[in-house]
Nanobody, 126 residues
C-alpha cells in the first residue's frame, strides 16, 4: 500500500484552470501506475485519467480529452492533473489512486486500484 495525499483543489470560475497534485509516500513510486478519478454529488466515482510508470503513456476519459493533462515526476513522488477550460460539470471531489496492475490505453475501474487518497474538492462556478 502507498499513502496518497491530494492538494490543489478549490473554487474557480468556468473557463479557468487548476492544477491538482498527489504526493505519494512510497519509495518505489515509479512502479505504480497512477490514476485520477472524480465523484460528483449524487454520482458514483468515475475514471478521469491514467498514466504509466514512466510518464510516457496516458489515457483520458472522453469528456476531459484536450482539457486535462496527467503527468508525473518520479523524482518527487508526485502525480499531477492540470485542468484547463473548466466547466461546471467538472465539479467533483477528485481522487488520485495507485495500482501495480499493468498500464493499458483504456478506461479503468475503481477496482483496478488498491491505494487511494482522501480527495480534494474542485468547484467550478458558472
Amino acid at each position: 500500500q502507498v499513502q496518497l495525499v491530494e492538494s490543489g483543489g478549490g473554487l474557480v470560475q468556468a473557463g479557468g484552470s487548476l492544477r491538482l497534485s498527489c504526493a505519494a509516500s512510497a519509495r518505489t513510486f515509479s512502479v505504480y501506475v497512477m490514476g485520477w478519478f472524480r465523484q460528483a454529488p449524487g454520482k458514483e466515482r468515475a475514471f478521469v485519467a491514467v498514466i504509466n510508470r514512466s510518464g510516457g503513456g496516458t489515457y483520458y476519459e472522453d469528456s476531459v480529452k484536450g482539457r486535462f493533462t496527467i503527468s508525473r515526476d518520479n523524482a518527487k513522488n508526485t502525480v499531477y492533473l492540470e485542468m484547463n477550460s473548466l466547466k461546471p460539470e467538472d465539479t467533483a471531489v477528485y481522487y488520485c489512486a495507485a495500482t501495480l496492475r499493468p498500464f493499458a490505453f483504456s478506461h479503468y475501474s475503481e477496482r483496478d486500484f488498491s491505494s487511494w487518497g482522501q480527495g480534494t474538492q474542485v468547484t467550478v462556478s458558472s
